[in-house]
């Protein structure tokens, strides 16, 4: 049989060889909505078409083209197909395949839900399509299957490209077009085009002149588009009240477009990927610590962060006021609700066996920043393992006595020794264990007399543990987000609002943990020392 086909394959059924498969031979999309069988004694053929051919010729959507190899299960046979609605591939729909003959064929769609339809939209594994399943019994009778996904939607890549470019010559046009209501484009050709001019004709263009018909009306119509630069300056004066909005929006139109034309020509496809280490993903639990007076801000924190690609599990810890329930929240992820019996800082740093992951983000509700930039502090913690992770840095020195200070003084010297735990990839075992052992007791009780200063300690307990005995060894790595946003500036409910009592509070954590655990003032960093660039 001589014919293209896409997504074929061969099946025994009661004594024959059945072909299934589409014609790769239509044109564009259309082959994507049939289905056609063919079938024979041998698997090497000669093949002769089914009586019913094509079985399909119906709308992409509804499954025709093959998504995988068929299977039998409990002696009935099935067939995988895809829908093709929104995009190639959208999703995997399976039939049970009641008859199928040398003259009839006959089947049924089931249901089938495999778990996969994230909620997390393009930043899922297969947030954009899923067109291929292969299923198979193995010797043990157990099941396996494979499945394939994409966050992009075909054809992405060309249709982004078309889009900005598009925009890009409309930002050119509405700089030409207000470059005319304000008069500094005068034409839009060269004069020496027009029929009308009077000056001295350029003789680059007096071989072009010779054909009398097709020249003058070129001419003509650059004549014409000359014409309409001071028609438009006389009837839209920018001094007027009608210019004034008329320029106005023409600006606001172009840098529209502008941004358009960025986002769609070096925005990529909107996905918020994770980065592989050595060709291999992860994931981490994500643990903040509230009450009920910021429940407004938890809700916009579970609903973003649990869309991020690598998030497994949100743990809230409760430690004040009427708890809310995981169905309060809109999240793609499982939320679970750790109630506290009391209101400690120290319990962001709890023992929690629940907890599945190695990897542990302590992020506050209140701090909103993008998916990418959580990723990126992902593979960095990932890198480095036995390190406090973040995004936030600080340096500490002083003498005779340490001062606290913001992010601005760590610029200054070029340098930082403290990342802060409020937002922050750590090793949840390792780094939970070690605040809670017995010889943090004193530390811990200095935390619940101030309010403050559990992330100070645990930088501390890293920067003395044994694992950064070495002075050249670091405790802490920096990243530096795209953007953050302290939302509880919008909601009123900000824990430190005079930041010369809470830093002065923090002053005096720093020199009385130097007493308990050893100074970590030595083990500054410079930023911009890792070769990936994101330390900036």
């Known amino acids: 049989m001589q014919k293209p086909l896409i997504d074929s394959f061969i099946i025994p059924h009661e004594g024959r060889f059945f072909l299934f498969g589409s014609d790769h031979s239509e044109i564009g999309t259309k082959k994507n909505g049939q289905l056609a069988i063919w079938h024979s004694d041998s698997p090497l053929g000669p093949w002769k078409p089914h009586r019913k051919n094509p079985i399909y010729n119906t709308d992409k959507a509804m499954g025709a083209r093959n998504g995988g190899r068929p299977f039998v299960y409990k002696g009935q046979l099935y067939r995988t197909g895809q829908d093709c609605g929104e995009t190639y591939g959208r999703r995997i729909r399976v039939f049970k395949v009641k008859v199928l003959t040398e003259n009839e064929f006959e089947e049924t769609e089931v249901p089938f839900d495999f778990g996969g339809e994230s909620m997390k939209g393009r930043n899922s594994w297969n947030g954009a399509r899923t067109h291929h399943l292969d ?31 598009a925009s890009v010559f409309a930002v050119a046009a509405l700089v030409v077009l207000f470059g005319m209501f304000v008069g500094f ?22 071989v072009y002149e010779r054909p009398p018909k097709l020249t003058s009306k070129l001419r003509l ?4 588009l000359n014409r309409m630069c001071s028609f438009l300056h006389s009837k839209i004066r920018p001094k007027t009240c009608t210019g004034s909005i008329v320029l106005i929006l023409t600006v606001l139109i172009a840098v529209a477009l502008s941004c358009t034309a960025v986002t769609y020509l070096y925005g990529g496809s909107g996905a918020e990927e994770p980065y592989p280490l050595n060709g291999h993903h992860s994931q981490f639990t994500m643990l903040t610590m509230t009450y009920d007076a910021r429940l407004w801000n938890l809700k916009m924190y579970v609903k973003h962060y649990s869309r991020c690609s690598s998030v497994r599990e949100i743990v809230v810890v409760w430690n004040k006021g009427a708890p809310p329930t995981p169905s309060d929240f809109d999240s793609a992820v499982p939320v679970r609700i750790r109630v506290e019996a009391k209101n400690s800082l120290n319990n962001r740093f709890r023992v929690d066996p629940s907890i599945k992951t190695r990897a542990v983000l302590e992020l506050d509700d209140d701090i909103m920043m993008t998916c990418g930039d959580i990723e990126r502090g992902f593979r960095v913690w990932r890198e480095n393992p036995d390190r406090i992770v973040g995004f936030y840095p600080r340096l500490v020195n002083g003498s005779p006595r340490l001062k606290y200070r913001g ?12 990342i802060l735990t409020g937002a922050a990839f750590m090793d ?7 605040y809670w052992s017995d010889e943090v007791a004193e530390g811990r009780a200095l935390v619940d007399e101030f309010f403050n200063c559990e992330d100070v300690l645990m930088n501390y307990l890293y920067a003395n543990s044994s694992s950064a005995s070495s002075s050249s060894k670091s405790a802490v790595e920096y990243v530096r987000p795209t953007w953050a946003v302290d939302t509880s ?16 509070v923090r002053s005096n954590c720093l020199m009385k943990f130097a007493e308990m655990y050893g100074s970590l003032v030595h083990r500054k960093l410079d930023f911009n020392r890792r070769k990936d660039g994101w330390d900036l």
């Open 135 to 165: 299923v198979q019994q193995l010797n043990t009778g157990e099941w396996i299957a494979v499945l394939d996904g994409d966050r992009v939607p075909s054809g992405d890549a060309v249709r982004r490209f078309l889009v900005g470019s």
């Open 185 to 206: 484009v005068k034409c839009l050709v060269p004069l020496s085009w027009c029929p009308h001019n009077m000056e001295k004709r350029s003789d680059t263009f007096l």
């Open 221 to 224: 119509i650059c004549s014409r």
């Open 407 to 418: 992010e601005r003084h760590a610029r200054r010297h070029n340098g930082y020794n403290v």
């Open 428 to 434: 949840g075992q390792v780094a939970f264990e070690r």
């Open 489 to 504: 500036k919008f909601s009123g409910v900000a824990i430190s609002r005079n930041t010369q009592a809470h830093y002065g």
